[in-house]
């Protein structure tokens, strides 16, 4: 059994695609593409005779993302070679920091993105946008209500109510650039996206995060990031994505 992909998507949108340890971002740009470096290192070991093995834990526990640490290849290393060092608790610590960090900047980033912060986010999407739509009838609902029958976990549904502090500037950005077909690009995208995603999984908290890796092409940046959580949260409230 190897690492789901429910475990990956919360992984790499929690730590900010940085590593836990150093901060450095695990992923490297080469021409257009950002290609992802990092490590997703098991806290306690995937096998018998690995780093902090617990034979006790179930598979499933073995892989899931309370079990996951992202580190840079020199850290991993760093992490399996001094055991004593790096404990169980200990690496959760870090991992816990780490996110709380990531979290941190993304909070300080949202008051003051800009129209380019989006413009720099969102051109990959509109330079290769989904060719096919097929519309649905999406009718507005109490987002308390969609945030409930979505099942999102208190910590996702706080970070989604963060990046509704970016809705306004957001519709702002959408109106200005209408006429170039700008929203219903980005409309499209969305939606293929989530039906996509929602053919793999119900559930709610891996479809957000996924989102937002999808919005922020796995950045490491945080103005990027927090534009990221910006445009998922608009496109929730607006009921173009989730159930409803």
């Known amino acids: 059994m190897g690492i789901p992909q429910s475990s990956v998507k919360i992984l790499w949108a929690k730590s900010g695609n940085c590593c836990a340890m150093c901060s450095n971002p695990v992923v490297e740009r080469q021409t257009d593409t950002l290609i992802p470096v990092g490590e997703m290192a098991h806290i306690k070991g995937h096998k018998p005779g ?5 034979d006790g834990q179930s598979d499933i526990e073995r892989h899931s993302y309370n079990n996951l640490i992202l580190l840079c290849p020199a850290c991993h290393a760093i992490i399996d070679k001094n055991v004593a060092k790096y404990s169980v608790d200990y690496l959760h610590e870090i991992k816990s920091l780490h996110e709380e960090r990531i979290e941190r900047a993304i909070k300080r ?136």
């Not at 690995?50 to 617990?54: F, G, P």
């Not at 912060?117 to 209500?145: A, Q």
């Open 109 to 244: 980033s949202l008051p003051t993105i800009t129209f380019r912060e989006l413009e720099e986010t969102l051109r990959h999407i509109i330079d290769n946008p989904p060719l096919k739509y097929d519309s649905e009838d999406f009718g507005l609902i109490p987002i308390k209500d969609k945030v409930h029958k979505n099942g999102l976990s208190l910590q996702t549904e706080q970070m989604l109510k963060m990046g509704m502090a970016s809705v306004s500037l957001i519709d702002d950005f959408l109106n200005k650039n209408a006429s170039e077909d700008y929203p219903e690009k980005l409309r499209i995208f969305f939606v293929q996206k989530y039906k996509n995603l929602r053919r793999d999984t119900d559930n709610g908290d891996v479809i957000f995060y996924s989102l937002v890796q999808a919005a922020s092409s796995d950045s490491s940046d945080p103005r990027h990031m927090a534009a990221a959580y910006g445009i998922v949260a608009y496109y929730f409230q607006l009921c173009e994505v989730f159930e409803k």
């Open 50 to 54: 690995s780093a902090r093995y617990d």
